[in-house]
């Protein structure tokens, strides 16, 4: 199933491309959703709508969890799900950066079967299907394995060092660097171009699904702060953070985190 899943994925990835880049970043209408949930804009729900479109008509029998769409429970009873984030990195996108980019995942009874993270301003289709590796552009990408924390560089958001997440109140040594997206942050650390990433807060299934199947086919890890399995299509469809990356760093992360 997943090697049937992913050719669909990239498909739709490309044409999420498409439409995406037919509005410009900083005039497309935007406004900001109730609860200071962050900004949203015709691109995202034009996306959403071409995505829902395209996906749900291949593969009727699949359920739907989206950034863009109100949920309900009618995603738990099937045996399959998409998990999408139309635009992550809304902000990047109004402000014209080119680090913005769609991520789109299948899980199947919890687990992410195939995945796509595109970022179309830069020409980077990150793709994988769960078994058979992980690509960037068609071509095999692997994750750090041996870089000891104190040298390497993670992507984080300045909360994460926090003392008080922390042993001892006290932030391991390491060097900082920071992405808005978290699928970007998942597929870079999947790349090997970072050691790790990580976030801390409460994480929403559509901004991890697919990168962290790409990390881990590209021979990395991908769990929650405490180490523990993510599993997806959860009713309440938030993580408990996300450590993901090299395997030696994520696990010198997770066994200094409080």
């Known amino acids: 199933m997943p090697a049937r899943d992913l050719p669909l994925l990239i498909d739709a990835a490309r044409m999420a491309g498409r439409v995406a880049t037919s509005f410009a970043g900083k005039t497309a209408q935007r406004w900001d959703k109730p609860g200071g949930a962050g900004p949203v ?21 699949y ?16 045996d399959r799900v998409f998990i999408v984030d ?42 994988a299907a769960l078994g058979q590796g992980a690509t960037c552009n068609g071509l095999p990408i ?25 042993k001892n109140a006290v932030s391991p040594t390491f060097k900082r ?40 086919e590209a021979g990395g890890s991908a769990l929650d702060r405490t180490g523990g399995t993510l599993r997806f299509n959860n009713a309440d469809p938030r993580l408990n953070g996300v450590v993901a990356g090299g395997r030696p760093a994520c696990a010198a992360l997770i066994d200094a985190l409080a």
């Open 177 to 216: 660097s920071y992405r808005p997206s978290l699928a970007y942050r998942l597929a870079l650390v999947a790349e090997g171009r970072f050691e790790a990433m990580i976030t801390l807060r409460p994480s929403w299934e559509w901004d991890i699904a697919a990168g962290a199947l790409i990390t881990t």
């Open 41 to 61: 804009t015709e691109a995202d729900l034009a996306v959403n709508a071409l995505l829902h479109n395209a996906l749900t008509l291949a593969r009727p029998d």
């Open 86 to 127: 139309p635009i992550d990195g809304t902000r990047s996108f109004v402000e014209g950066s080119n680090t913005w980019a769609h991520s789109i995942a299948v899980a199947e009874q919890g687990q992410i079967t195939a995945a796509v993270v595109y970022l179309p301003l830069r020409n980077k289709l990150y793709a």
């Open 142 to 166: 692997t994750a750090s394995d041996h870089t000891p924390l104190g040298q390497s560089t993670v992507l984080a958001a300045k909360p994460a060092l926090i003392e008080t997440h922390w």
């Open 63 to 78: 359920g739907w969890l989206s950034e863009e769409t109100e949920d309900n429970t009618t995603r738990l009873q099937r």
